[in-house]
């Protein structure tokens, strides 16, 4: 049986993760300090294949098992958050990423870490193909997540040609499921809160600002597929289905058949105006692409939303 080490996996992403990697027979360990994740996220997993360990990943640390993959997936995500921890989400991008380089060099393991469609930055190229070096501001507010998983790119790709490791670099586009923290911040959780509260639905900005959203199970079946393929360079991950930020709203409100009416607020700075996957990669070399509807991943979210929000039985 492999063995993969998940750095971030008590997080929205990484749980999942860790779930398909048991369901695929991996033993798993698990690390995470918690810092934007949860002990919520994990708490369904038992049994000896499975084994968590609290630890920074940003500070120095050792594992004295076999490691067939090292998968590191641990940093702030959401706006808000990588706002509020700038200098750990740089940290999680450099020291992070050299200490899980290090580890899976030792251990001759295969080396995953989960990049993001934010190199692209606010795009001059639309779709977003992984050839297209984006345009992104180095000092802005977005920066700290930016130009450390770009610096984390580097990094790795070095590392491969330097020691000829094995490493996949997997290029992640906005993605929503069950176990996204309520207030973290991001579009689809804020959207959900606030229409199940009967709060005004905030859209930043005018709303024609675009993403594409893609739901966690065909993301992690993506990555699964990334981590056990031979591909050495970064792969896009994402669904094409392209929509306003505006029209999301609007769809909130439709699923949750909810009253609340929408408020624009300032758009933030730097924030992309476009943003949509080129998926060719992945399908050509993965045969991956995304199954869920937005109407069926948006349901089973907004269950798991409501779950969050019952009162505690006592
Ligand atoms: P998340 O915040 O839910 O999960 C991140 C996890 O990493 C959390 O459990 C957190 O506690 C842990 N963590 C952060 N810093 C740590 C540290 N220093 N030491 C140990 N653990 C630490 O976010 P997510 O959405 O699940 O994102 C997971 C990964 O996927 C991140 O690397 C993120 O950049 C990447 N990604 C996610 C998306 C998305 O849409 N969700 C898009 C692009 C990239
Ligand atoms: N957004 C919004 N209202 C919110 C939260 C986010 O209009 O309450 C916008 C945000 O400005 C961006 C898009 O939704 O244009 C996606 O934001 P999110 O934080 O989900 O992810 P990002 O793509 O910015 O990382």
Not at 28 to 42: A, H, M, P, Y
Not at 210 to 215: E, K, V
Request: glycine letters at 8%.
């Amino acid at each position: 049986m492999p063995t993969t080490l998940v750095t971030g996996g008590a997080g929205f992403v990484g749980s999942h993760f860790c779930d398909l990697l048991l369901e695929k027979g991996h033993d798993v360990v698990c690390l995470d300090n918690f810092i934007t994740g949860s002990r919520d996220n994990i708490a369904h997993i038992t049994g000896s294949r499975f084994r968590f360990i609290e630890q920074d990943v940003t500070e120095p640390f050792s594992y004295d098992g076999p490691l067939d993959y090292v998968a590191h997936m641990a940093s702030p995500a959401s706006p808000p958050d990588y706002y509020a921890h700038p200098i750990v989400t740089l940290k999680c991008g450099s020291y992070g990423t050299h200490h899980t380089l290090e580890l899976a060099r030792e251990k001759n393991a295969v080396f995953l870490t989960t990049s993001t469609s934010e190199v692209y930055g606010d795009p001059h190229e639309h779709p977003q193909p992984e050839t297209y070096w984006g345009n992104v501001n180095p000092i802005g507010p977005r920066s700290v997540y930016d130009e450390a998983k770009r610096y984390a790119e580097a990094l790795i790709t070095a590392y491969h040609r330097t020691h000829g490791m094995e490493v996949r670099i997997v290029r992640i586009f906005n993605t929503y499921g069950p176990r996204m923290r309520l207030n973290d911040g991001r579009a689809i959780p804020n959207f959900m809160h606030q229409a199940l509260n009967g709060l005004d639905l905030t859209v930043y900005g005018d709303g024609t600002q675009t993403r594409s959203f893609c739901f966690v199970s065909d993301l992690v079946d993506g990555i699964y597929r990334l981590m056990t393929s031979s591909v050495n360079e970064p792969v896009n991950i994402g669904n094409p289905k392209e929509m306003t930020l505006l029209e999301m709203a609007q769809k909130i409100l439709q699923v949750t058949g909810s009253q609340s009416k929408i408020f624009h607020k300032p758009l933030p700075e730097d924030d992309p105006k476009l943003r949509r996957p080129n998926i060719n990669k992945a399908r050509r070399l993965l045969n991956w692409e995304p199954r869920v509807d937005l109407e069926t991943g948006l349901r089973a979210t907004l269950d798991y939303f409501k779950q969050q929000m019952e009162p505690p039985k006592s």
